[in-house]
């Protein structure tokens, strides 16, 4: 294949698209009553973050009309690895080498809740997690980002290396909001995501979800050749 050049203008067009087809999905899903999670109490359900990836970049390939593999490259749970041995993994990847967009999509995928997260073995708020998982991908060693400290595989370097790429980092979230619910921190974190994202959450209301309201949001901020202004997840908590 031919190198190809980087054309990204209508590139935040091809995400929402896919994130409104991904509402529409979680919505015929959850009225069709596929609820696949169990209440752990009264005052707790969550669906998995994965599925924000994989329902993300399911609609991203349907829009397209391509099967991964071809011009689209999409894979789950990429490895990640600082020296000395460091590891970790970003939540989904998506390159799109179509010759009118010639874009790396690192995706990670946080559901905001009072529950905590891990970093490092620390216990933090889910906020807290998200905006360091999203600092992460600003210090991933890629053509175009070379000051970074996490490397990726020799061979997927040497093929983003060969098409050089601009480079995204996008944050799906999801929220789920019990009714009578004042857990402040978390409230504060979802209205900072609006702020700071200029996207409202979405609500998949259904009549099954008990109590609550299920909500779906997203940030993308371009991270090379040039960086957005605007910059994702930064200062959610207080």
């Not at 696949?36 to 994965?50: G, L, V």
């Not at 390939?61 to 749970?77: C, H, M, T």
């Not at 600082?82 to 967009?101: A, C, F, H, K």
């Not at 809740?113 to 210090?139: F, N, T």
Request: proline share 5%; net charge positive; charged share 25%.
């Amino acid at each position: 294949m031919a190198k190809k050049t980087t054309k990204v203008s209508s590139f935040p067009n091809l995400v929402k698209n896919a994130f409104d087809e991904m509402v529409q999905t979680y919505t015929d899903l959850f009225n069709s009553g596929f609820i696949p999670a169990i209440p752990r109490s009264k005052k707790e359900i969550c669906f998995k973050e994965r599925n924000l990836t994989f329902n993300f970049c399911s609609s991203y390939l349907q829009n397209a009309g391509i099967r991964n593999g071809k011009d689209i490259f999409v894979w789950q749970e990429v490895d990640i690895m600082q020296v000395p041995d460091r590891r970790g993994r970003i939540d989904s990847v998506i390159l799109d080498l179509r010759e009118d967009v010639n874009v790396l999509l690192l995706i990670e995928a946080k559901r905001i809740a009072d529950g905590g997260d891990k970093i490092d073995g620390k216990s933090v708020h889910k906020c807290e997690a998200l905006q360091a998982d999203m600092a992460r991908l600003k210090d991933i060693n890629l053509p175009g980002n070379p000051n970074g400290t996490w490397k990726i595989s020799d061979e997927l370097y040497t093929l983003i290396n060969q098409y050089k790429p601009a480079i995204y980092r996008l944050a799906l979230v999801d929220y789920w909001k019990w009714n009578g619910s004042k857990r402040s921190q978390t409230y504060k974190c979802m209205t900072n995501f609006e702020k700071c994202t200029g996207n409202d959450f979405i609500p998949i209301n259904n009549d099954k979800f008990h109590d609550g309201l299920y909500f779906l949001n997203y940030c993308l901020d371009q991270i090379a050749p040039i960086q957005s202004p605007q910059t994702c997840c930064n200062h959610l908590l207080p």
